[in-house]
């Protein structure tokens, strides 16, 4: 059964410092992999995600996820963080097209 | 109006009352779920529709109750709840076809429960 494990619960960074934001998934077969991003008081956005092909995929707000097969990872990064990418993320799988798995959340607080 | 919509934003009820929340997608979607999101707790996926249908019933309470009367709109009807079930609970839309479920889930912006 897929899983997903997003290995920090809080990442705290100053602004215009680098980020990567970690996510693990557990699965043997074909997989589609997603980052959605949740400010306060709102819901979900997708981020950005990988179904097939180049394994570096970009996204909006200057994000990008590189899928790593070998080591089942899909890491969210940006090179220049701002007070606005204050938010939660979250990391989704879907196996064999099969209905999304989210993980438990990663906070990520930029700081001035 | 675009989107996936939710009413209404905020409930606060009683243990005793019956509330209903209502989703609405305009994106053409043929898939609907609900989701609870509690405070240090874990997304959790509470039902899902395809094409009006129920799909997906993950071990919820039958003191909630979803209804799904087009592929547009989707309820969720609520009756003596717990304090413990105060939460967000959002409602997604997606587009599915035959068994790929693979497509990306747009969310409402939730409704904020809190129950006395």
Same mark, same amino acid.
């Given at each position: 059964?897929?899983?997903?494990?997003?290995?920090?619960?809080?990442? /705290?960074?100053?602004?215009? +410092? =680098?980020?990567?934001?970690?996510?693990?998934?557990?699965? %043997?077969?074909?997989? &589609?992999?997603?980052?959605?991003?949740?400010?306060? !008081?709102?819901? #979900?956005?997708?981020?950005?995600?990988?179904?097939?092909?180049?394994? #570096?995929?970009?996204?909006?707000?200057?994000?990008? +996820?590189?899928?790593?097969?070998?080591?089942?990872?899909?890491?969210?990064?940006? /090179?220049?963080?701002?007070?606005?990418?204050?938010?939660?993320?979250?990391?989704?799988?879907?196996?064999? +097209?099969?209905?999304?798995?989210?993980?438990?959340?990663?906070?990520?607080?930029?700081?001035? | 109006?675009?989107?996936?919509?939710?009413?209404?934003?905020?409930?606060? $009820?009683? $243990?005793?009352?019956?509330?209903?929340?209502?989703?609405?997608?305009?994106?053409?979607?043929?898939? $609907?779920?609900?989701?609870?999101?509690?405070?240090?707790? /874990?997304?959790?996926? $509470?039902?899902?529709?395809?094409?009006?249908?129920?799909?997906?019933? !993950?071990?919820?309470?039958?003191?909630? %109750?979803?209804?799904? =009367?087009?592929?547009?709109?989707?309820?969720?009807?609520?009756?003596?709840?717990? /304090?413990?079930?105060?939460?967000? &609970?959002?409602?997604?839309?997606?587009?599915?076809?035959?068994?790929?479920?693979?497509?990306?889930?747009?969310?409402?912006?939730?409704?904020?429960?809190?129950?006395?």
């Amino acid at each position: 059964a897929q899983s997903v494990t997003q290995l920090d619960s809080q990442v /705290p960074v100053f602004e215009e +410092a =680098p980020v990567e934001l970690r996510c693990n998934y557990s699965s %043997s077969v074909s997989v &589609y992999l997603f980052w959605y991003v949740q400010y306060p !008081n709102q819901g #979900l956005q997708l981020l950005l995600k990988y179904l097939s092909g180049s394994t #570096l995929v970009k996204g909006i707000n200057g994000f990008e +996820a590189e899928f790593n097969k070998s080591q089942t990872s899909f890491h969210l990064r940006k /090179p220049s963080v701002h007070i606005s990418d204050t938010a939660e993320y979250f990391c989704a799988v879907s196996e064999n +097209a099969g209905k999304s798995t989210f993980g438990d959340g990663t906070t990520l607080t930029v700081k001035p | 109006e675009t989107g996936v919509t939710q009413t209404p934003r905020h409930l606060v $009820m009683g $243990m005793t009352n019956k509330k209903s929340l209502k989703c609405e997608q305009h994106l053409g979607h043929n898939a $609907m779920y609900w989701y609870k999101q509690s405070a240090k707790k /874990p997304l959790e996926l $509470m039902f899902v529709y395809s094409l009006e249908e129920r799909v997906e019933n !993950n071990s919820v309470p039958s003191r909630f %109750s979803p209804e799904c =009367p087009n592929s547009s709109h989707l309820f969720l009807h609520l009756h003596t709840l717990q /304090p413990e079930d105060s939460a967000l &609970y959002l409602c997604a839309s997606s587009r599915t076809s035959g068994r790929s479920w693979g497509n990306e889930q747009f969310f409402g912006p939730g409704t904020r429960l809190t129950v006395l």
